[in-house]
């Protein structure tokens, strides 16, 4: 029993780090989409991907570790890290402390993910705003100066960025 707690805990551990990574890995991608450098927004993408893929691995083999630990302890149904420690206290502090440390990276990711997201959504509006004014200076006949440009409107309303 004592070789399947400790398991846990070190898959635990792991989790931790790996949370950690990704969260490093959304701060460089952010800070490159702040400067729009894609080639850093790629590879900070492929790292998360990587890195998330190892998490669900991770988290498979925990759910496996916490099955066998309540089946040896015989109770039916899913079991808790606080089950567990109570059933086992002389692992239970350990596993409690892994547990709060785990929920606080997730949420620090989830945060930074927020904020990701938020960044990404106002780069796409200004790239959506691009396009419609470039479309509209394409797509109609007769808009060009006698120099050969295209003449554009100096300031676009918000009800022609939104559509």
């Given at each position: 029993?004592?070789?399947?707690?400790?398991?846990?805990?070190?898959?635990?551990?792991?989790?931790?780090?790996?949370?950690?990574?990704?969260?490093?890995?959304?701060?460089?991608?952010?800070?490159?989409?702040k400067t729009l450098q894609?080639?850093?927004?790629?590879?900070?993408?492929?790292?998360?991907?990587?890195?998330r893929l190892r998490i669900?691995?991770?988290?498979?083999?925990?759910?496996?570790?916490?099955?066998?630990?309540?089946?040896?302890?015989?109770?039916?149904?899913?079991?808790?890290?606080?089950?567990?420690?109570?059933?086992?206290?002389?692992?239970?502090?350990?596993?409690?402390?892994?547990?709060?440390?785990?929920?606080?990276q997730v949420k620090q990711?989830?945060?930074?993910?927020?904020?990701?997201?938020?960044?990404?959504?106002?780069?796409?509006?200004?790239?959506?705003?691009?396009?419609?004014?470039?479309?509209?200076?394409?797509?109609?006949?007769?808009?060009?100066?006698?120099?050969?440009?295209?003449?554009?409107?100096?300031?676009?309303?918000?009800?022609?960025?939104?559509?």
């Amino acid at each position: 029993m004592s070789r399947l707690l400790l398991e846990l805990e070190n898959i635990l551990q792991s989790l931790i780090e790996e949370h950690r990574k990704l969260s490093a890995h959304v701060s460089v991608q952010q800070n490159a989409m702040k400067t729009l450098q894609i080639e850093v927004m790629q590879d900070a993408m492929h790292r998360q991907e990587s890195t998330r893929l190892r998490i669900v691995s991770l988290d498979n083999r925990r759910r496996q570790l916490v099955q066998q630990i309540a089946k040896l302890m015989r109770v039916n149904g899913d079991v808790t890290i606080m089950q567990i420690a109570a059933a086992f206290p002389q692992n239970g502090t350990k596993l409690l402390q892994l547990r709060d440390e785990l929920k606080q990276q997730v949420k620090q990711l989830a945060d930074l993910a927020h904020v990701a997201g938020r960044l990404a959504a106002a780069v796409l509006g200004h790239l959506n705003t691009a396009m419609r004014l470039f479309a509209s200076a394409v797509g109609q006949a007769g808009i060009y100066t006698k120099h050969g440009t295209p003449r554009v409107a100096t300031r676009i309303g918000v009800m022609d960025a939104v559509g």
